[in-house]
């Protein structure tokens, strides 16, 4: 029988939905995941932080780049939200939290992809891709459906 944590709250963060002046998708692949795995950037929130600090940190750790880069165009209504199978919760953030609350933001970069730096210590691949190939590349359970409502609440007949 499997127990479910719902007596826990969520891990609170966001996710950086980024997207360049022609409208590309920039998804990474973490070190961890497998071929076909691919998210957006993102991660939780530290402490007492705002929703725009929490965004801002996770932009410079992730991307090497200052928040002048990148022009917010929305933040959708909808999150990304899910319990972690059990085993990974009592692993993982010292057992304290059920499973991940994120916020999705969207953002437009508007500057020098050359001068993006992704972690290899933390990422083993990143793309751009446009608007109707996210089907392939998002592939966790409701990653894609979850994420393009975000998308097509904040950037209307982007996805077709």
Same mark, same amino acid.
């Given at each position: 029988?499997?127990?479910?944590?719902? *007596?826990?709250?969520?891990?609170?963060?966001? &996710?950086?939905?980024?997207?360049?002046?022609?409208?590309?998708?920039?998804?990474?692949?973490? *070190?961890?995941? $497998?071929?076909?795995?691919? @998210? !957006?950037?993102?991660?939780?929130?530290? +402490?007492?932080?705002?929703?725009?600090? *929490?965004?801002?940190?996770?932009?410079?750790?992730?991307? +090497? /780049?200052?928040?002048?880069?990148?022009?917010?165009? +929305?933040?959708?209504?909808?999150?990304?939200?899910?319990?972690? =199978?059990?085993?990974?919760?009592? $692993?993982?953030?010292?057992? $304290?939290?059920?499973?991940?609350?994120?916020?999705?933001?969207?953002?437009? !970069?508007? +500057?020098?992809?050359?001068?993006? /730096?992704?972690?290899?210590?933390? !990422?083993?691949? &990143?793309?751009? /891709?446009? =608007?109707?190939?996210?089907?392939?590349?998002? /592939?966790?359970? @409701?990653?894609?459906?979850?994420? $393009?409502?975000?998308?097509?609440?904040?950037? =209307?007949?982007?996805?077709?």
């Amino acid at each position: 029988m499997e127990i479910k944590q719902t *007596n826990k709250p969520f891990r609170k963060g966001v &996710n950086a939905i980024i997207i360049d002046q022609d409208d590309n998708f920039l998804l990474i692949q973490k *070190n961890h995941y $497998k071929e076909n795995e691919w @998210n !957006f950037l993102g991660g939780g929130k530290e +402490g007492q932080e705002t929703l725009e600090q *929490n965004l801002l940190r996770e932009l410079e750790e992730e991307l +090497g /780049v200052s928040f002048d880069n990148f022009e917010i165009l +929305g933040v959708s209504s909808y999150k990304i939200e899910y319990d972690y =199978p059990v085993e990974l919760a009592i $692993k993982i953030n010292e057992n $304290k939290y059920r499973g991940q609350s994120y916020e999705q933001v969207i953002l437009r !970069f508007k +500057g020098d992809k050359k001068k993006l /730096v992704f972690t290899p210590t933390e !990422f083993r691949a &990143n793309k751009w /891709v446009k =608007p109707n190939q996210l089907i392939m590349y998002l /592939v966790f359970p @409701n990653q894609y459906i979850n994420h $393009k409502k975000a998308i097509d609440e904040i950037l =209307p007949e982007m996805i077709k």
